[in-house]
């Protein structure tokens, strides 16, 4: 770590624009929470002297402390000391001043990884599979819309090149990419800057929709860093354009969602896929993770839908899963098992929204399908289609119930630890009761008078 702390400083000491940097951890939402300090501070957070309070992580999406939680009524708001991850340091150019993010996670006061991280959490899952001499790779989709940020709803926003204002979904368009190519263009800029391997980028079903991939990476904890990085820098270009950038399940009642796929394949120690066998089926190793995700789904649907607005994306007939199934190349079920060559085969998970916090997803998604393979857990017989007339299992159909599922799961109990899952539940409950109390427009304009 010494030579990576020095080749930061000397980074730094060769960009003297840079006059502050950006400390930040990542809480339970995939929000970015830390301090501004002076680019003199480099070296104190790098060797890990910067200290925040441990229920940063645990704060609300309104940014509020949780109603009782241990971390700050029982310890006095204790502080924890903040880690470098050894991601690098992040140059961030769409900021009035140029700056950049250095990432950090938590450490109790001996240096011990502090659990209730949701980094740790995948990092944990990571050495079981180092363990057995596996290494997952992964890649990432998320989808994200385009909008007026000066609108009080979502509305498409306006093209740069014709002056009008999107109105129609236009899938795959070639002409909406060139409309957004000043975008585009610094988002890949600005990904290329900090090291996140971007790779295609398409028009949505949506208005203003946008997805773009990220490439198979053999380190899941980079990949789940990219993602969350990308998110961040993908709002930061917005802003810079004029745009807003939405990652919400579903900001249109009646258009398409934002889905966050996640593809993966893992490797033996030898270097070699133990999902493919040959065949176009996949090896029973694979079929064993297949099983070992569809026994946790249910359990870990709140990691995939965190929010109030994720339930509204997981409806039927809108390439968002509802029930506990996969299939090949099946694009309505949970589970996909995509084609091509058998070298490549590989499991793409459809259920999270863009929503969600990339290190949970990631720690989900690997921590079931180890247990599945550890186990020899089955999957059942394929899915084709959304499997209609069929008794599948469903997801949790409503964000209390997936609390619910998420507190009480046995599986997922085995993939997160206990102060990381009370602390999740503790917060997405006290969510769940601020909108209770929050009565919509849609509301009183359909009962004030009428009842």
């Not at 039927?316 to 098992?337: D, F, H, K, L, Q």
Request: glycine share 10%.
């Amino acid at each position: 770590m010494g030579d990576a702390i020095a080749d930061v400083l000397n980074w730094l000491e060769s960009r003297s624009d840079i006059q502050s940097l950006r400390a930040a951890v990542c809480d339970l939402n995939g929000i970015m929470r830390g301090k501004r300090i002076p680019v003199e501070q480099a070296r104190k957070a790098l060797e890990g002297k910067l200290r925040m309070p441990y229920s940063l992580i645990g704060l609300d999406i309104w940014g509020e402390d949780i109603e009782g939680n241990a971390q700050v009524f029982s310890n006095g708001d204790a502080d924890g000391l903040c880690h470098w991850t050894g991601r690098g340091i992040l140059p961030v150019n769409w900021t009035a001043h140029p700056t950049a993010l250095l990432p950090l996670w938590l450490a109790d006061e001996a240096g011990a990884p502090y659990l209730g991280d949701p980094r740790r959490a995948l990092a944990r899952i990571l050495d079981r599979y180092a363990a057995l001499g596996l290494t997952p790779v992964t890649a990432t989709e998320l989808e994200f819309y385009l909008v007026d940020p000066t609108s009080q709803r979502p509305v498409g926003p306006v093209s740069p090149v014709t002056g009008r204002r999107l109105d129609s979904d236009a899938a795959l368009s070639i002409d909406e990419i060139d409309d957004f190519e000043a975008f585009i263009h610094d988002v890949y800029e600005a990904c290329r800057m900090q090291g996140i391997p971007v790779d295609t980028a398409i028009a949505e079903n949506g208005v203003g929709q946008f997805e773009i991939n990220l490439n198979h990476v053999p380190d899941a904890l980079r990949a789940a860093d990219d993602a969350v990085l990308f998110k961040r820098t993908v709002k930061g270009i917005a802003r810079k354009h004029g745009f807003a950038a939405c990652f919400m399940a579903k900001p249109y009642g009646e258009r398409a969602g934002n889905g966050f796929h996640v593809h993966f394949s893992v490797l033996d120690k030898h270097g070699r896929n133990i999902f493919d066998d040959g065949s176009d089926q996949g090896s029973g190793t694979m079929r064993h993770a297949v099983g070992g995700l569809l026994a946790a789904m249910a359990e870990s649907t709140l990691v995939f839908a965190p929010h109030f607005n994720s339930y509204r994306r997981l409806r039927p007939r809108s390439y968002a899963p509802t029930a506990v199934a996969w299939g090949y190349e099946n694009r309505m079920v949970a589970i996909r098992i995509p084609g091509g060559p058998s070298a490549a085969r590989r499991i793409e998970h459809r259920v999270s929204g863009a929503d969600a916090n990339p290190y949970l997803v990631l720690a989900a998604i690997l921590g079931a399908a180890l247990m599945g393979i550890e186990k020899e857990l089955s999957p059942g017989e394929p899915t084709g289609g959304e499997g209609q007339g069929l008794q599948l299992a469903k997801l949790p159909p409503d964000w209390a119930s997936a609390i619910a599922a998420f507190e009480t799961g046995k599986r997922v109990a085995e993939i997160f630890p206990a102060v990381l899952r009370d602390a999740f539940v503790a917060c997405k409950r006290q969510e769940l009761n601020t909108f209770a109390l929050n009565v919509s427009d849609f509301e009183i304009e359909t009962y004030l008078e009428s009842v």
